[in-house]
């Protein structure tokens, strides 16, 4: 995170407590845990306090809040948005809350992590994914939104004064713009100081390009099949990709299939093939072609994170295949990154 250290407590001429936790924050500085902000303006009473507290390592941090400084300089307006402002007062619990690992909350770890390493990789939001390996974020797995709701406000509430969590939620929505229980979750938790992001597709699945898709290992017995499939999902148009259910398809999660009073009647199309429709759809899918609902009953698997990881790490991905998704897509996945970058 970009931290602010207010000039007076660099006007301390005795060795005490203020003392040592500004050392500890300059520290995360030196070590890139966290950026420091600060105006050239300071240099002059900076310099005399490290020569005075910290002669070992003055000129090393004396260089880089020289860097720090022509950055704060040249920031654009607005840029100091999210600055943690600390104060002689918070000193104390700003140490504590800058050196805990920021918190990502998703309701599956591996699956949704696998999904924003690739998406990470793709738009260049490296730091995230560093952040991870360096153990400076955490995250933790929900087992379902509402649970993840839960665990987020919990993490948050382990923080002091900057609640370095993010909830990241699908909206699990059938229709375009379509508002969802998720959404109502990810509200509370802003209550409790944390951020959120709920996708406005349907699933983080849903955000994996065809390229993707058709590069996932194929047996002899399922090549077919899944060439059949993946044909049928182009045909849609960018809206009902958006909200289909990439996994398990028109029939949904064996488990939990909708009864047949929420789905629209079967429709036969011939011998031995037929397909259903969620109700919850309503008329999106409505001048897709019978041939597309029946090959579209099955989804392409639960594996889906794991292959599209797989190729943006093989280099057979680019940021134009999540561009080829449109309805904004791209831009909105990088406000998620920024979300997630934005508490590191």
Same mark, same amino acid.
């Given at each position: 995170?970009?931290?602010?250290?207010?000039?007076?407590?660099?006007?301390?001429?005795?060795?005490?407590?203020?003392?040592?936790?500004?050392?500890?924050?300059?520290?995360?500085?030196?070590?890139?845990?966290?950026?420091?902000?600060?105006?050239?303006?300071?240099?002059?009473?900076?310099?005399?306090?490290?020569?005075?507290?910290?002669?070992?390592?003055? %000129?090393?941090?004396?260089?880089?809040?020289?860097?720090?400084?022509?950055?704060?300089?040249?920031?654009?307006?607005?840029?100091?948005?999210?600055?943690?402002?600390?104060?002689?007062?918070?000193?104390?619990?700003?140490?504590?809350?800058?050196?805990?690992?920021?918190?990502?909350?998703?309701?599956?770890?591996?699956?949704?992590?696998?999904?924003?390493?690739?998406?990470?990789?793709?738009?260049?939001?490296?730091?995230?994914?560093?952040?991870?390996?360096?153990?400076?974020?955490?995250?933790?797995?929900? !087992?379902?939104?509402?649970?993840?709701?839960?665990?987020?406000?919990?993490?948050?509430?382990?923080?002091?004064?900057?609640?370095?969590?993010?909830?990241?939620?699908?909206?699990?929505?059938?229709?375009?713009? %379509?508002?969802?229980?998720?959404?109502?979750?990810?509200?509370?938790?802003?209550?409790?100081? !944390?951020?959120?992001?709920? *996708?406005?597709?349907?699933?983080?699945?849903?955000?994996?390009?065809?390229?993707?898709?058709?590069?996932?290992?194929?047996?002899?017995?399922?090549?077919?099949?899944?060439?059949?499939?993946?044909?049928? *999902?182009?045909?849609?148009?960018?809206?009902?990709?958006?909200?289909?259910?990439?996994?398990?398809?028109?029939? !949904?999660?064996?488990?939990?299939?909708?009864?047949?009073?929420?789905?629209?009647?079967?429709?036969?199309?011939?011998?031995?093939?037929?397909?259903?429709?969620?109700?919850?759809? !309503?008329?999106?899918?409505?001048?897709?072609?019978?041939?597309?609902?029946?090959?579209?009953?099955?989804?392409?698997?639960?594996?889906?994170?794991?292959?599209?990881?797989?190729?943006?790490?093989?280099?057979?991905?680019?940021?134009?295949? *999540?561009?080829?998704?449109?309805?904004?897509?791209?831009?909105?996945?990088?406000?998620?990154?920024?979300?997630?970058?934005?508490?590191?």
């Amino acid at each position: 995170m970009r931290v602010e250290i207010p000039i007076d407590l660099f006007r301390e001429h005795e060795p005490n407590r203020n003392v040592e936790l500004v050392l500890k924050l300059i520290s995360f500085f030196s070590s890139a845990r966290h950026s420091w902000v600060v105006s050239p303006q300071h240099m002059a009473v900076l310099e005399d306090f490290l020569n005075l507290h910290a002669p070992t390592f003055a %000129q090393i941090y004396l260089l880089l809040a020289q860097k720090s400084s022509g950055i704060y300089a040249w920031a654009p307006h607005g840029a100091s948005a999210d600055v943690v402002r600390v104060t002689a007062e918070t000193l104390e619990s700003d140490v504590r809350d800058l050196e805990r690992p920021a918190v990502l909350v998703v309701e599956n770890a591996n699956y949704d992590w696998a999904m924003i390493e690739a998406m990470a990789n793709l738009l260049d939001f490296k730091e995230v994914i560093e952040a991870k390996e360096e153990n400076r974020l955490d995250v933790c797995h929900g !087992g379902g939104s509402n649970d993840a709701l839960r665990q987020a406000v919990t993490y948050a509430s382990k923080f002091a004064k900057t609640k370095r969590v993010v909830l990241v939620l699908d909206s699990d929505s059938f229709v375009p713009g %379509q508002r969802t229980g998720n959404h109502e979750k990810a509200d509370s938790l802003a209550i409790h100081g !944390g951020r959120h992001h709920v *996708l406005s597709f349907r699933e983080m699945e849903n955000y994996i390009p065809n390229r993707a898709l058709a590069s996932r290992p194929k047996s002899k017995n399922s090549q077919s099949a899944m060439a059949k499939r993946l044909s049928a *999902l182009k045909n849609l148009s960018a809206e009902q990709r958006a909200h289909f259910d990439m996994k398990y398809g028109f029939k !949904g999660k064996p488990k939990n299939n909708p009864t047949k009073t929420e789905r629209k009647p079967r429709a036969s199309a011939s011998a031995g093939k037929t397909y259903e429709i969620p109700l919850q759809h !309503g008329t999106l899918y409505d001048n897709v072609t019978q041939k597309d609902l029946i090959i579209l009953q099955e989804g392409f698997g639960t594996d889906l994170p794991s292959v599209f990881l797989k190729a943006v790490k093989d280099g057979f991905m680019k940021k134009k295949d *999540l561009d080829s998704l449109g309805l904004g897509a791209t831009q909105e996945l990088r406000v998620m990154l920024e979300k997630i970058r934005g508490v590191i």
